[in-house]
Every structure is written in C-alpha cells, then in structure tokens.
C-alpha cells in the first residue's frame, strides 16, 4: 500500500478538508526547507555546506523535504475532526512510516528526516483534528495526547535515538512529543517572538529559537556522536551566544563562531533540535495564518 491508494473515499468532495490538508502540507514542508536553509547553523546543514555530515547535503535535505509532502497532506486528511484516539493513533504510524519510506526512497537511504516526520506529522494533525483552535499550545497539547497513546502496530525494533535515550537515560523524540513540546513552547517560540520584537531580522530571529532548544535539549543526535561531553558544550556555548544578545550583537556571533568550531571539533550536528526547529516555524506559521485556517470550518 502507497500514500496514493489509502482509502480517502470519506473526505471525496469535502472541500474544507482538502483545503485544510493543502495547506498544512505546503506549510510543514516550508518549515522543513526554511530550516535547512537558514544560516549559519553550527555543525547542520545549511546554505553553506554540510556542517558535520558526510553524507548530507542542502538539495538532498530539500528533495527529502519535498517527498514529505505527500506525507503530511495524508496525516492531515485522515485526522480531519477526528478525536485522539487508538485508531487514529495507529493510522498515523503507519502514514508516518509510509512517509518514510518516500523519505529513503528519494534520499538513496539517507535519513534525513525522521524526526521530522515525527514532530511536524503530530502537529499536523493536531491541527486537522480540530482546525477550529489554532492556538499553539492547544495544537501542542492535541498532538501531546496522540504521541502517548500506543501504537501497537508499530515495530518493536529500537531506533538509533531510542538507544541513546536508553543508554544515557534521557528524554528523546517520544518524550518531547509527549509532554507538549516543551522545547518548542516553553525556549523557541518565546526567543522567536523576543528577538523580532527586540529588532533582530527573520534570519537572525528564527537562529535564536534554534539555540534556545540548544541551550537544554537532550538531543541524541549530538549523544550519539559526541556524547555527554559534546551535548554540555552545546548547552554552554549555545547559552552564551544568548546571553551575549544573540547573533544580532557583534559579541553573540562570536560566540557562534565558537560553537561551531566545538561542535565541528567534535564532529556533532544537533538534528533533534533542527526538527524542534522546523516544529517551531511550523507552529508561527499556523498563528500567521490564523484567519485563513479558521475560514476553513465554516
């Protein structure tokens, strides 16, 4: 079975719901391909080159964003005015592995966006399950319900993250999820919205929000490269580039210039927090739209 053939026959002719599905995919994969080409992020790909990585580069994260498409337009079809519930909850496990499976497909099986897959797919469908309240922290705690129910279909296999999060017994992805974001509501989105009002441009804006996760994010993807000594010195140089002003002041770009030669140094990328990230501008995409979201009900 393929994204193409899932039974959709429910939402023939439903105009809103098509509408709705449209637009929250174009808009997480925009997210997606803001953040990946949002620079100078240290040790991620960005504009510039591949940061940490070997087997990354910026076209082949925007193909892989642009696969996900299809991904997101199906979880938001399917969670259409649906309640929080098991059967919802497997559907969208196995969307979301259908989903990876184009991801790998159009990367020559680089994971690109796992991740990813898993933050924005649970936001989308909050918002679809109930279009009406697009408050970001309503839509977090929607998407918080649907990650704690089980999926029982999912496979029991552990994932590369998931054994870090065993091995050093921190919160990863599922928690993060499960607990309703806390990186995004409580660090990205309150550092997004201060530094645009205290002057700073979109670009350096939305680089404060990253290293706002950065500053206390578990993020395995830095564990699992550099471990506990690398994930502290994230969190260290991260604070200082804020507490220094950010990257709008002379002296909070030379603290990201540090913090990138650390993570470069120990050969780190935090991609648990350029997913938090994309979930970030996801989330100030959805309030910039408001309007044009609730239209959608009526």
């Known amino acids: 079975m393929t994204l193409s053939t899932l039974p959709v026959s429910a939402f023939a002719g439903n105009q809103c719901a098509e509408a709705l599905a449209t637009q929250l995919a174009a808009l997480a994969t925009q997210s997606l391909l803001d953040e990946v080409r ?8 960005d504009s510039r080159g591949s940061g940490a990585h070997q087997d ?9 964003a642009h696969s996900l498409t299809p991904t997101f337009h199906a979880l938001a079809l399917h969670s259409w005015q649906r309640p929080a519930d098991i059967a919802l909850r497997q559907k969208i496990g196995q969307l979301g592995r259908l989903g990876e499976q184009h991801m790998m ?11 990813a897959i898993w933050a924005l797919g649970l936001l989308v469908c909050a918002v679809a399950m109930n279009s009406a309240n ?6 977090a705690q929607r998407a918080a319900q649907l990650a704690a129910l089980p999926d029982t279909l999912s496979p029991k296999s552990f994932s590369k993250g998931a054994r870090v999060v065993q091995h050093y017994q921190v919160p990863g ?7 309703g974001f806390p990186h995004v509501m409580q660090c990205a989105l309150p550092q997004l919205l201060h530094s645009r009002k205290q002057g700073a441009t979109e670009t350096q804006a939305r680089l404060n929000a990253l290293l706002a996760i ?22 260290l140089g991260a604070a200082q580039v804020l507490s220094a002003g950010g990257v709008q002041h002379p002296a909070g770009r030379d603290r990201l210039a540090q913090l990138e030669k650390r993570m470069l140094a120990d050969n780190v990328s935090p991609g648990g927090a350029a997913d938090l990230l994309s979930a970030t501008l996801f989330l100030d995409g959805i309030s910039r739209a408001e309007p044009n979201t609730s239209s959608l009900t009526s």
């Open 134 to 139: 697009v408050v970001a922290q309503d839509i």
């Open 105 to 115: 497909a159009a990367t020559g099986g680089v994971n690109t966006h796992r991740g």
């Open 173 to 179: 992805a599922r928690e993060e999820a499960q607990q």
């Open 56 to 64: 990354l580069t910026l076209a082949l994260m925007e193909r892989s």
């Open 214 to 235: 950065m500053t206390t994010l578990a993020d395995t993807c830095v564990l699992s490269r550099g471990g506990m000594s690398a994930l502290q010195a994230m969190h």
């Open 38 to 45: 949002l620079s100078p992020k240290p040790g991620l790909v």
